[in-house]
């Protein structure tokens, strides 16, 4: 079954409320005060269903000028609007800037109503109808169906039904329930028994008893109790129906109209968006740099600023992008519309599209962030997600978050994210917890530097093999945890950019320079472990002549690597084959006794007992043996 949301629009007293009534049986006059004045002050809720067994859910929203905001507020989640125009006046000031409104919040289909056709005749409602054709043209409207009816009477209420009926089957496409749910409120209020209610227009995936979702832009978890559809009980809503939800962990005087629903994490807090704002063909306004502005978008109303980026000012009929700087914090997703009103007199002067619901601050005519939001006004959700990664060059970003930025659900994203993995424009890195993504522009410009750097590096430091690993990961990307910057490391040496002995990172093409000097050391070094036997010399303690102590270190770290010279610990080192030999002699006597202790290992190398402690405890680190009871015995590690 297909859920729709119907909305009215149209000026004060031509019937709307009237013509719900006869459409479904019910007042959507809910208070006191709207009875008693005759219109609608705030939004009304009822539901039909049409022939085709299709719940039709209806919004009946305020006419007045002064009620606006509630207006704009009920367009949330509509699918289809019935622009009610009385057919003994026609068109009015206040029907043109619902049209105005819906149109600039991307509303597409829709039923003209031509209401209180019993109190004219057919030659006044055949002139009433072709000043409205002449007043739609260029609207959203202007293909519209024309329906007669007289709400009062019940004249032409079977065929505004067929007409939604054929409207909905064959024009209306069902909203996406297999995305993130997201729920703007337009009320809330208290039940005794059971607290905190809010209601609103379920506008993308789904909602279940027991859910625990999350409240923006206030950051607080609040888990679903029950759920209402139309008055009747459910375990699960879906987009496309309204909702009334009862929700714990919250209270009434936390939220406000304005606030949102949805999945944990799935939305980020914003003060500021990017937009295309388009001023109105006929406002009598021109938007200024900085001009203070009543902003509406869902169900919000907030102040704001706009930052006019590519232009001086924007009049009647133009477009330009904006930074909205609002002052208070909100959270919404790209493609959302809004419409803007002048600060003081409240008139509509414009509106659009959010092209980035997080930005960051942009300087006015800035040709990258102008040329940034002309990509993000024309992409594909794919070429968005490319902007995002691109923007995260120092961190990458993991698909979780980049979902939560732009606010989609991490399998709406997978599609994209392999089209973009396949074009090559992004590297993607799995990891347990999560999947990073880097663009290719970033890794490309980082891989430079390395090369560049190594190519220094190996100038500089020839009996060096290259680089630590973790000096780089720290030159470059600190910002990035140690098992990426590993895995990124990994994908290096597969491309052969660079190549890996042990911790050290040099170019493909790059030797140890073995010269006369570097044999001249390598000889000093290994004279002196072979004189020293057992009876280990410091490294400190070795004579190196003119030869600077850094080539020195060089050399025996290239040599530790080759492993012809072992370290014992910081101070200690011997050639391999000795420690080697000691290994073995050790594991003989561990064959044959159970224990050997310092005191043996002492007179086993013919050495000094400050020279015996250190070789069992090299013994303990390569896992040949293993401390028990006294300080001075070991026994075999297996």
Known sequence: ???????????????????????????????????????????????????????????????????????????????LV?????ADEGIMPQTREHIDILGLLGMQKSILVLNKCDLVDDEWIELVEEDIKEELK?????????????????????????????????????????????????????????????????????????????????????????????????????????????????KKKEISRGCVIAARN??????????????????????????????????????????????????????????????????????????????????????????????????????????????????????????????????????????????????ELQEYLEELKESGAIYVFS??????????????ALRQKIERDLTKYHEKYPFRFGMKKAEIHMTYLKKVKPNVFDAYIDFLVAENAVCRKEEFLYLPDFTVCKDDAYKAIEKIITEAFEKAGYDFVRFSEIEFGKTSGDKADDVLNIMIVEKTVTRINDEMFTMSHLMDEAKEKIQQHLQKENLITIAQVRDMFSTSRKSAKPILEYMDSIKVTKKVGAESERVAYL
Not at 41 to 62: A, H, N, Q, W
Not at 161 to 180: F, G, S
Not at 300 to 327: N, T
């Open 82 to 86: 019935m622009l009610v125009v009385a």
């Open 266 to 411: 799935s939305m980020k807090n914003t003060d500021m968006l990017d937009v295309k704002l388009t001023v109105l063909n006929d406002s009598m306004r021109i938007v200024t740099n900085h001009e203070r502005l009543h902003l509406y978008t869902g169900t919000s109303e907030i102040l704001c600023r706009a930052v006019l980026l590519d232009k001086d000012e924007i009049g009647p009929g133009e477009s330009g992008l904006v930074q909205l700087r609002l002052e208070e914090q909100i959270a919404l997703k790209r493609g959302d519309r809004f419409v803007v009103r002048f600060y003081s007199p409240m008139e509509t002067i414009g509106g659009g599209v959010v092209l980035e619901p997080n930005p960051t601050r942009k300087k006015r005519f800035d040709a990258n962030a102008i040329e940034e939001l002309k990509r993000k006004e024309s992409g594909s959700l794919a070429d968005i997600m490319e902007l995002h990664i691109k923007e995260h060059g120092d961190t990458m970003i993991t698909l979780n978050e980049l979902a939560k930025t732009m606010a989609h659900s991490v399998d």
């Open 138 to 250: 260029d609207t959203f409207l202007e293909n519209a169906p024309i329906v007669h009816v007289s709400a009062a009477t019940g004249q032409g209420l079977d065929e505004l039904k067929d007409t939604i009926d054929h409207l909905m089957k064959d024009e209306v496409v069902a909203k996406d329930t297999k995305t993130i749910p997201r729920l703007p409120i337009d009320r809330v209020f208290t039940l005794s028994g059971f607290g905190t209610i809010i209601t609103g227009t379920l506008i993308s995936g789904t909602i279940s008893k027991e859910d625990v979702l999350e409240m923006y832009p206030i950051e607080r978890e609040c888990k679903i109790r029950s759920i209402q559809v139309h008055g009747k009980d459910q375990d699960v809503c879906e987009a496309g129906q309204r909702v009334a939800i009862n929700l714990s962990n919250v």
């Open 1 to 79: 079954m297909k859920n729709i949301i119907i909305g009215t629009a149209g000026h004060i007293d031509h019937g709307k409320t009237t013509l719900i009534k006869a459409l479904t049986g019910r007042n959507t006059d809910r208070w006191e005060e709207e009875q008693r004045r005759g219109i609608t002050i705030d939004l009304g809720f009822t539901y039909f269903d049409t022939k085709s067994g299709d719940r039709v859910g209806i919004i009946d929203v305020p006419g007045h000028e002064k009620f606006i905001n509630n207006m704009v507020a009920g367009v949330v989640g509509m699918d």
């Open 431 to 444: 990891m347990k917890k999560d999947i990073y993504l880097w663009h290719k522009e970033s890794e490309f």
